[in-house]
């Protein structure tokens, strides 16, 4: 088992800056991707970010694209979602997710899930 736990989510206002970051513990030299999805209110989750943990592949979804980075430092089992240049657009709860199905970016595919982090982001 792999456990998830994410952090730094909060109110911002538009135009400015979040870093979300999940500590992954447990079974972790089993995880080969970890990435962030969101959901927002009355829409579907959509993925954001994935990494693989070696860092070779990274995706970000077009939304966030250039006002996002994802990065993990392996010593600390830890993954970091940078946002910036927010959005209201961007207000939605942000989960971390991983898996050890090798690469993915599919949230059917992500087997161990955090409890969610909430950015509201004000206009």
């Known amino acids: 088992q792999v456990q998830l736990v994410e952090s730094g989510g909060g109110l911002v206002q538009a135009g400015g800056s979040v870093r979300l970051s999940c500590a992954a513990s447990g079974r972790t030299f089993t995880v080969s991707a970890m990435a962030w999805f969101r959901q927002a209110p009355g829409k579907e989750r959509e993925v954001v970010a994935a990494?693989?943990?070696?860092?070779?592949?990274?995706y970000i979804v077009d939304s966030v694209k250039g006002r996002s980075t994802i990065s993990r430092d392996n010593a600390k089992n830890t993954v970091y979602l940078q946002m910036n240049s927010l959005k209201p657009e961007d207000t939605a709860v942000y989960y971390c997710?991983?898996?050890?199905?090798?690469?993915?970016?599919?949230?059917?595919?992500?087997?161990?899930w955090g409890q969610g982090t909430q950015v509201t982001v004000s206009s």
């Open positions: 997710a991983a898996t050890s199905a090798g690469w993915a970016i599919s949230g059917s595919q992500y087997k161990y």
């Open positions: 990494i693989s943990w070696n860092g070779g592949s990274r």
